[in-house]
């Protein structure tokens, strides 16, 4: 047909033509017939038009290969065997893999893309590349197929499973093939015999051998006759019906010569004059269902019979699916472990799912007593139809008798969602949402249908689709549950509503339902059925009573804690730590007297296996747990390591506790990072756990004042009298955090009147605050050497014997611990030797274009220069674009090798608990960055543009928020300079990128930075202190800053343009000192200069004043490139600099100079507003002149300065006088302060009287 003839076509027959010809799937046809795509449109596309509509790329480039034939009339021929076109895509994925020999990734690019055999045959160089395969490989595989012409069939795994040949009507039954697949059923399948009830195996348990390599000599061996299957005959018989008289003759030669591995072949004798029906009998009973129909589609291949060949393999996918339909059926008879397989995903833990959400209808106080299980699961929350369930006797109640349940309605979940979480404190305590009606509020009664209908179910829907929003929940991490405890009779129900949005916006199999009896899952199961097209069979549970559901769930795991976990109390007694009362501590993990106690059979493999693991994952690099203490509790002759500094802060706690007075006390271990230094205080604490009531703060995003009322909580918890609380606050990077959280403490308990504070020993808080340092003995030295301690990265001689002790017992219990790569780095003294040689030996190979390299190079860079940062599982399987396998977690360490022996899986507990992917230690990251450097000349900036380049890093997401802001802090936190009062004006990665690249490169990546973080402050303010400070570029500078502004005008954005315009006027004087011309001009630009910088931090302190109350409740988290409270009264102080470099300026002068005491007078008495400049003596020239006319326009503002920088000066006296300044800013101020008060008793103080009065009224700055 020539190109106008397919202009002449319709859509509908442009539909048919790919159906019939191109024979792609209906939902690809489909979407050509939804497009409007008629032949005279079709004719002008492109491939990229194709991909357009939503098609994947196989699909797209047969569907052009096609077009291309039919445009040129000419007819398609594949330049390849045939039996390449009847390749699935699984079987393209294998060739390409086991053949080919390209990496695994290519292959499942292609896998994703869905190129099946007749898709590939149609592809090009260009179509390769297209998908992200680069050149070698893309040549390799097409010279590879090729070969194929002169060479013999490769041998696969058979695949019944076809790619685009699949029918759209199969489509629902292979959603229920997924799920067999995940329930563990990944043998070969087995097909039940009608006649016998009988399955027969797909391999044989004799002489059925694997697929042999290409070349390979095939095996023979002696077989057993197969028993048929009628289902299989049947359908041989059908095809063989349509070969004629010397087509089923030449079937019957090449059958008769048929090598298949592990079978003789038929002898000839036993198939001379046999009929088709014969045949289909006869290959059945010697090859057995399966592989006589395999058999059958090798030899219709070879008789050129390609079309019966590939039209048996879309039949046999269906014959699977209606096999293992009713395997799964007799498999799933007992549901008991179907049950449990549903809520582990086939492990024996319920920590498979993140969450849990619950959807229950009515209820009878006789059910309730069975449904205690609810306290077992993690829910995060119950959607409940019942509107008695929070009176007496319902579920609602009864649950919140034992755990705190949050009530709310749909209409709260509204907004924005980190908002929503927050208001509504999700994740930390389960929210119980009513969704018809509360009847214990008089306005909120239960609606009928009709009512709910119209009034409350948008709610509902808008609450579903946030529950499934991936902010949330990522798909396959939160398991929805239907608990169906009374019948829903009719699609007329709001619980079916419900059920229906759900399957909206999520996939079927996250969802389960749980029917107290067979009648109401019959009625269910028809509705879903009916209404939905989707049979829940395999998803349902229905023939175990209440009581059984119950007992069942309530005996999984996790490893649970015991019955009860005690707390110390007075006078060595102990007290229960409720359920209830720690879901009230959503901050804290609490440590028990008991922990770890009663959890396992200690004598079971199970615990042995469980302590195996533990013990590897925390020498490999996992945070320290408590059962990490544990473990060596049990084993006297194995304790744990116990630093050189243990003792030390053991005492100073114990001390502080005994001694102090103080109820409240702040004490401080400085540690270098990834030295132990959290190890080490957890480790103390287990062991004063008796003494105290020991908690750690497990969430830095929770309020300082709620932590406190936890804190004070805790310290009450079932007793009359306080008990001591020491509280771990880890991986704080300053003091002043935890300093508030002592005040918020001390606060909330002076608020209490049934406390009293002069019993101090037992009203105690001690706070052990865990700051890293790159200096901890400096930082140490400057603090109060009684209330803090150090660890530096250094093993003394006794921890190295201790360290060798240990590697000694790892030895006797696991498997190579010198992989242990953390331990081993901190045994070899911390050397940078071992991780330099470690890194060279691993990224040998490296390749930066690669997705696992990309993303390793990531972890390397953010674990440098980001302490405790990872990236979220979750964000690594999308990087991977990693599709979510019902039951099976696909693994992302494994798509990391040969990096994933340097990663570790970690839990996070902020934004509601999630995984996180980091490297080891900070050091291996570290000296794995510098040997991308050093062998493959990779630099960190190369790495932070690639990250700035994925739009996934930066979509707004939860669980993406933490890795913004570890890019964030990576580019602005800045550390303190080594004597500790300071800040280095840039972060460790700017000046190392400056160091190497220069400016360019520095802005460059700013400016990328700043698109990413387009409603950030921080970024453009730094890149516009990097331009006044290093670069001395104001004016670029400038406009930078004047961004950061625009975005929010707070006192630092409005700061740093004062920074700029002083640090300008700094540099003009610098340069005048060089230049002995006089240049009135000069005059005029830095008085302009100095009243804009003067204005910019008089309006900085201003609104510093304003902002105090923000501070106080500004959360811990916040990241921007200023410490929080660190203003106060920079801009005072600022203002003073301005000053005085004008008076400097002015003093310069020729008629001002202040080495002539007369001239100094003239300044002097000008500046005190005695005299005007035109009053002022001075030598008559054009330049005096000049320079007169230029203060005269500036007269009020310079007039202005002497009486505003006395006010300041009255303002600071009092604020050192009063205010106890303690911080490094306040040291560095007074200094400031004090330097520039002595320059202005040396220019406006006469007389040596007026100098001691002044030092007498001000002697903080004297």
Not at 625 to 650: A, G, H, L, M
Not at 906 to 912: F, T
Not at 946 to 971: A, C, G, N, P, T
């Amino acid at each position: 047909m020539s190109q106008s003839g397919i202009e002449e076509w319709t859509a509908e027959e442009v539909q048919h033509w790919l159906l019939t010809e191109v024979r792609v799937s209906p939902s690809c046809a489909d979407k050509f017939i939804k497009e409007e795509v008629s032949g005279d449109y079709l004719v002008s596309f492109k491939k990229a038009d194709i991909l357009d509509l939503g098609i994947k790329h196989g699909p797209a480039v047969k569907i052009m290969c096609y077009l291309k034939s039919r445009t040129e009339a000419s007819e398609h021929r594949s330049q390849y065997p045939t039996y390449v076109e009847a390749w699935t895509k699984e079987q393209v994925s294998q060739w390409l893999v086991e053949h080919v020999k390209v990496y695994s990734r290519y292959a499942e690019q292609l896998l994703d893309q869905d190129v099946s055999g007749d898709c590939l045959v149609c592809f090009r160089k260009q179509d390769f590349l297209d998908l992200n395969v680069k050149s070698g490989p893309a040549v390799k595989i097409l010279a590879e197929l090729g070969k194929l012409n002169n060479g013999s069939e490769p041998t696969l795994q058979p695949s019944l499973q076809t790619g685009a040949d699949r029918r759209e009507g199969d489509e629902r039954v292979q959603r229920d093939n997924n799920q067999l697949h995940t329930l563990g059923n990944k043998q070969d399948v087995k097909c039940k015999t009608e006649s016998q009830g009988e399955r027969t195996s797909m391999r044989k348990e004799e002489g059925t051998t694997e697929p042999e390599p290409l070349g390979a000599k095939p095996k023979t061996a002696v077989v057993k006759p197969q028993p048929e299957s009628p289902n299989a005959t049947k359908m041989i018989h059908d095809f063989l019906e349509n070969l004629g008289k010397d087509s089923l003759k030449k079937f019957l030669c090449f059958l008769s010569e048929h090598p298949k591995p592990g079978y003789k072949s038929i002898p000839h004798g036993k198939l001379e004059g046999k009929d088709r029906l014969d045949t289909a009998k006869l290959l059945t009973a010697h090859y057995g269902s399966q592989d006589a129909l395999l058999v059958t589609v090798a030899i219709l291949k070879e008789i050129n019979q390609n079309d019966l060949a590939q039209r048996l393999r879309r039949s046999m996918g269906q014959l699977e699916q209606r096999c293992l339909s009713r395997d799964l059926m007799k498999k799933e008879a007992n549901q008991g472990d179907k049950l449990k397989m549903l809520l582990t995903c086939g492990g024996n833990s319920l920590d498979s799912y993140d969450r849990f959400v619950i959807v229950v209808n009515k209820s009878s106080p006789e059910q309730i007593q069975y449904l205690t299980f609810l306290s077992k699961l993690k829910l995060f929350c119950v959607l409940d139809f019942d509107p008695n369930s929070v009176s007496s006797g319902g579920l609602c109640h009864s649950y919140r008798e034992s755990r705190v349940a949050n009530l709310h309605f749909p209409a709260q979940f509204q907004g924005q969602t980190e908002a929503v979480i927050k208001g509504l404190n999700l994740y930390r305590q389960t929210s119980w949402v009513f969704c018809n009606g509360r009847h214990d509020l008089d306005d909120n009664k239960e609606l009928d249908y009709k009512n709910w209908l119209r009034k409350s179910c948008k709610d509902v829907e808008q609450l579903v689709s946030f529950i499934c929003n991936p902010d949330v929940f990522l798909p396959g991490r939160c398991l929805i549950i239907f608990l169906l405890i009374s019948p829903v009779d009719t699609e007329k129900n709001p619980v079916f509503d419900t059920y229906k949005s759900f399957i909206k916006h999520t996939d079927e199999w996250n969802i389960i339902s749980i029917c107290e009896s067979q009648s109401t899952y019959l009625k269910w199961r028809e509705l879903i059925k009916d209404k939905c097209d989707f049979d829940i069979e395999h998803l349902s549970i229905n023939e175990l009573t209440l009581s059984e559901i119950n007992g069942t769930i309530s005996g999984l795991g996790p490893v649970s804690q015991s019955s009860t976990r005690l707390l110390p109390s007075s006078g060595s007694s102990a007290v229960v730590l409720k359920p209830k009362d720690e879901d009230l501590l959503t901050a804290l993990d609490v440590l028990c007297l008991n922990q770890c106690q009663n959890i396992f059979d200690e004598s079971s493999s199970e615990f042995d296996n469980f302590r195996k693991t533990e013990e590897e994952e925390f020498y490999r690099g996992a945070k320290v747990t408590w059962w990490n203490f544990y473990f060596c509790d049990k084993d006297i002759e194995k304790p744990f390591i116990k630093r050189d500094k243990y003792n030390n802060v053991k005492t100073m706690i114990r001390s502080q506790k005994t001694h102090s007075s103080n109820p409240f006390v702040l004490l401080t271990l400085f540690h270098n990072p990834g030295c132990g230094g959290t190890t080490l205080a957890k480790h103390v604490m287990w062991d004063l756990r008796q003494e105290f009531r020991c908690a750690v703060l497990k969430d830095n995003t929770v309020p300082k004042k709620e932590v406190a009322h936890q804190v004070l909580h805790l310290m009450k918890l079932e007793s009359e009298k306080p008990s001591p609380v020491l509280l771990l606050v880890d991986d704080s990077k300053e003091t002043e955090n935890p300093s508030d959280l002592l005040n918020c403490i001390r606060q909330a308990v002076e608020d209490l009147s049934d406390i009293n504070l002069d019993d101090a020993q037992d009203c105690k808080v001690i706070i052990l605050n865990c700051v890293r340092s790159h200096n901890p003995v400096e930082q140490h030295r400057q603090h109060n050497q009684t209330q803090s301690q150090f660890l530096t990265a250094k093993l003394t001689p006794q921890e190295q014997k201790e360290f060798e002790k240990k590697l000694k017992e790892l030895k006797e219990t696991h498997d190579k611990p010198e992989n242990f790569y953390s331990f081993m780095f901190m045994k070899n003294n911390f050397d940078k030797k071992y991780t330099e040689n470690l890194a060279h030996n691993t990224l040998e190979n490296f390749d930066f274009s690669s997705k696992n390299g990309k993303l390793f190079a990531f972890l390397a860079l953010l674990n440098t220069y980001v302490a405790k940062s990872e990236m979220a599982l979750s964000l690594c399987e999308d990087f991977f674009q990693m599709k979510m396998i019902y039951w099976k977690e696909d693994s992302v360490l494994d798509r990391m090798r040969p990096y994933s022996n340097f990663l570790i899986i970690d839990s996070v507990d902020e934004w509601g608990g999630y995984k996180g992917v980091r490297i080891l230690h900070r050091a291996i990251a570290s000296g794995c960055l510098e040997e991308l450097e050093r062998s493959h000349h990779l630099t960190v900036s190369d790495i932070v543009r690639e990250i700035l380049h994925y739009d996934l890093f930066f979509s707004v997401r939860v669980v993406k928020q933490r890795l913004m802001l570890s890019i964030k802090q990576m580019l602005i936190e800045r550390q303190l300079k080594k004597d500790g009062e300071e800040r280095e004006p840039f972060s460790p990665l700017i000046n190392k990128i400056h160091s190497q690249q220069g400016r360019q490169m520095v802005q460059e990546i700013f400016v990328k930075a700043s698109a990413r973080f387009e409603t950030s402050v921080s970024i453009p303010q730094a890149l516009a202190r990097y331009l006044y400070i290093n670069v001395r570029d104001f004016a670029e500078a400038l406009k930078w800053a004047e961004k950061a502004k625009n975005i929010e005008g707070n006192p630092y954005t409005v700061d740093t343009i004062g920074e700029i315009h002083k640090s300008n006027l700094k540099s003009n004087i610098e340069a005048k000192k060089q230049d002995i011309s006089q240049n009135p001009e000069d005059l005029y630009r830095n008085i302009e200069i100095a009243k804009n910088g003067w204005k910019a931090f008089q309006r900085a302190q201003e609104l510093s004043d304003l902002e105090i109350e923000r501070e106080k409740e500004a959360a811990d988290d916040d990241l921007e490139d200023y410490p929080m409270k660190s203003y106060n009264i920079k801009g005072y102080v600022s203002m003073l600099d301005i000053s005085f470099l004008v008076f400097d300026i002015l003093s310069r002068l020729p008629f001002f100079e202040k080495q002539n005491p007369m001239k100094k007078h003239y300044l002097r008495s000008f500046l005190n507003g005695c005299i005007s400049i035109n009053t002022v003596y001075r030598e008559n020239s054009t330049v005096n002149t000049r320079y007169v006319e230029i203060i005269r326009e500036h007269e009020p503002f310079l007039v202005g300065l002497k009486p505003e920088v006395k006010e300041i000066f009255d303002f600071l006296n009092s604020y050192f006088t009063y205010i106890k300044g303690n911080s490094e800013l306040d040291r560095v101020n007074h200094r400031t302060v004090s330097d520039h008060f002595r320059k202005y008793v040396n220019l406006f103080v006469q007389h040596q009287m007026k100098e001691e009065k002044n030092r007498r009224t001000k002697p903080t700055l004297a």
